[in-house]
């Protein structure tokens, strides 16, 4: 295989976090390279010319967008297989990551994550108590009404786990973040789901970084993950002067 | 294959159009709803979670995300093949796509298309002269420079027309409803590569709907299309009143 992977995106990112878990489940050893996406040099707009992250650098190509990414790996490394075999059930799969990475990106990135914590600790802003009353109790509710209809009872969507789950999942590691939980109560297949999937070795191998990230401000993102043993590049595309990006809010 | 393909979305959409190309290019029969995303009713809300166009229905699934459906149609009808074989060029295929359904859609749809046609002749509201304005000395050119390092001097991307090529061709038949062309002097490869693009039977086919429906009023458009012989279903899950969509601006 030559060359190790290289990942560019941070632990905190979902994204960054679906790709992340497919290499772990396919066994691919990587290298990250743990930049805040605002924090990107003049290399990283070449690399990603969306400024977005996660970006996979291996010998062969350099992309970015995850779906196309957790693609390549299952094209490039079919085993285990991460995608459906069926083409209905691999349609599907493909339908509910599709929505998980827009409308829970939305949702749970860009108004609740971003209210909470991007604003205050990346931009120095305050949080719009307005936007975040109206995420908690009309645009969230309205995302786990769909995911209460589509998602199973037990198990996982479609057989062993796989991007559909990892794609849904992901999103509320970064829910957790901002302290919003799942009530079992009115979404009792939801919650159930979100805590066996974000429970599988995986997910759970990257929860110290995240945990340690959450509380430290990024300049010292590198040192904290360093003391981690996290898999961490020797080079960087990271910087310390935010910007905003082409796709960012 | 038993019924035909059913299509929910409009003509003018790039999404929409893109699917139908794929559709053409594989020489499937399929029936068209021609809805304004705007404009559906409660059913298409339960048949696109996100009030998207297009939505595929077939025998087997009823799928929207124009992306996840041109996949669909490739894994389902897999002659002949809008994805490259080459695991690498399939990797960029689709990043190219999807630089193009997020980036393009941005800039030439919700910027570009919604200033010139949707804003006045949907919503009844003024062009915002200054959004548009940075839209075309800014917004579109950056769009243009990027394509042009990437699209090929002759030909298309990966050898025979495909889901890429398709995929970034579709937006400017959008452009040119709003009077833009790219200009050949300082895009010369993305200005051939259009129109080499846009030439094939299968964009060529749907121009006169096009055309006509570009100059007619939504409430008009079945009634337009049938004159035309349209492949129109016969019930439609649109209305007359436009609301505004999960994703819709």
């Given at each position: ?8 995106g ?73 995608f ?135 300049s ?17 595309v990271?910087?310390d002067?935010p ?7």
């Amino acid at each position: 295989m030559g060359e190790p992977v290289r990942i560019i995106g941070a632990y905190l990112s979902p994204y960054v976090r679906k790709v992340l878990v497919c290499l772990h489940l396919k066994g691919i050893d990587y290298e990250i390279d743990p930049i805040v996406p605002f924090m990107g040099d003049e290399r990283f707009s070449q690399l990603s010319p969306l400024r977005r992250i996660p970006v996979l650098i291996d010998d062969r190509v350099t992309l970015s967008d995850s779906s196309v990414i957790c693609q390549y790996i299952e094209d490039r490394y079919p085993q285990p297989a991460l995608f459906p075999s069926d083409i209905v059930d691999r349609a599907r799969a493909r339908w509910l990551e599709e929505f998980a990475d827009t409308r829970m990106g939305e949702v749970f990135i860009w108004r609740l994550f971003n209210e909470v914590a991007i604003k205050p600790f990346v931009w120095g802003q305050a949080t719009d108590a307005a936007v975040l009353n109206k995420t908690l109790t009309d645009d969230i509710p309205h995302v786990l009404d769909y995911l209460e209809s589509q998602l199973p009872a037990e198990g996982f969507l479609f057989g062993n786990v796989g991007i559909a789950d990892i794609g849904i999942a992901t999103f509320f590691r970064n829910a957790a973040f901002a302290r919003f939980t799942v009530d079992p109560a009115r979404w009792p297949r939801t919650a159930a789901f979100v805590g066996r999937v974000l429970s599988i070795p995986a997910f759970e191998r990257l929860k110290p970084f995240e945990d340690k990230l959450i509380r430290t401000p990024p300049s010292q993102h590198r040192a904290a993950l360093a003391a981690l043993g996290a898999p961490l590049t020797q080079d960087t595309v990271g910087t310390d002067t935010p910007r905003r990006g082409l796709m960012q809010i």
